[in-house]
């Protein structure tokens, strides 16, 4: 048994001058869905080609489901599924001739076609050509090829790009369900913040080569301010009360205040300033801050 599917230590990558990945560290836990953020050109592509064998990392330690990706690469790759870049369907082949294809070549029994079809819910269109599959049929028919032989981690690269929302919605209930039904852990890089704060159940942040933060995805967005919309019957003198005491305060077009940096927990100091003072608090609304607003605080921070 392992603990991390994915562990990284000290890795570094250049190209020319160009150093591209610098004491990177990154461990991702066994049976998690893991998503990797950065902005483009910041290395995701980069790190996920290191950790498939794809590139060799000029320094620092690589393990793959316990194994030295360096040393033990076909044995990784024989336990590992990926789906990076788009994926390469062939149009005038149906569901059932493609994945066969796919057994032959990792030398598997037949019946793993009816088995990743029933997963990915494409079991009633094995015989229709892929040509004629939607975006999102073709993206669960990949998905059902990376999950040939039941690998024990997918990596995937924007699962999600390009898919309407119901194809959407479609990826993200077969991705929570892998790790439950086929012991499968997910390491995925994506763009998609708010698809990922609804998938993830870990996140990790690249930025300068490095991962600057990494956590269970609850642990991270628990530890955000959010902010309380308030509706209250002196405005004016709300506005100046909540100023006073250092709260960072701002009318809305809606004609309420909104309260920015307040822990949810905190709410009720707020409250507890306005009614003392004899305002009258019609509504109090928390919105819980997002995903996207860490990821964008994060990256403009210096």
């Given at each position: 048994m392992i603990s991390h599917v994915i562990q990284m230590s000290g890795v570094c990558k250049a190209f020319g001058k160009h150093q591209v990945i610098d004491g990177?560290?990154?461990?991702?836990?066994?049976?998690?869905?893991?998503?990797f953020l950065g902005n483009n050109g910041e290395g995701k592509s980069t790190v996920i080609r290191m950790i498939?064998?794809?590139?060799?990392?000029?320094?620092?330690?690589?393990?793959?489901l316990g194994m030295d990706v360096r040393t033990e690469r076909r044995a990784i790759l024989s336990q590992i599924g990926a789906i990076v870049d788009a994926p390469s369907l062939y149009p005038n082949l149906n569901a059932d001739e493609f994945?066969?294809?796919?057994?032959?070549?990792?030398?598997?029994?037949?019946?793993?076609?009816?088995?990743?079809l029933e997963l990915v819910k494409l079991e009633k269109t094995r015989g229709r050509l892929i040509g004629k599959f939607s975006l999102g049929m073709k993206q669960r028919l990949a998905i059902a090829h990376a999950l040939l032989g039941s690998p024990r981690l997918l990596i995937m690269d924007e699962p999600t790009n390009g898919l309407d929302p119901e194809g959407t919605l479609d990826i993200r209930t077969l991705l929570k369900s892998l790790p439950a039904v086929n012991g499968t852990s997910i390491f995925i890089s994506s763009h998609n913040l708010a698809e990922i704060e609804k998938t993830a159940t870990h996140v990790a942040l690249l930025?300068?080569?490095?991962?600057?933060?990494?956590?269970?995805i609850d642990d991270l967005l628990a530890q955000q301010t959010g902010a309380l919309a308030i509706d209250v019957g002196d405005i004016a003198r709300a506005h100046q009360l909540l100023s006073g005491a250092a709260y960072q305060v701002e009318r809305t077009e809606g004609g309420q205040l909104r309260v920015s940096g307040v822990e949810r927990h905190h709410a009720d100091r707020v409250h507890a300033l306005l009614v003392h003072a004899g305002i009258r608090l019609y509504q109090s609304v928390y919105?819980?801050?997002s995903l996207e607003q860490w990821f964008l605080g994060e990256h403009h921070v210096s």
């Open positions: 990177l560290s990154l461990a991702v836990p066994e049976h998690s869905i893991f998503a498939t064998g794809l590139l060799r990392a000029d320094r620092g330690d690589i393990d793959v994945l066969r294809i796919g057994c032959i070549i990792k030398d598997l029994a037949p019946t793993e076609v009816g088995r990743v930025k300068g080569g490095t991962v600057r933060f990494q956590a269970p919105h819980t801050p």
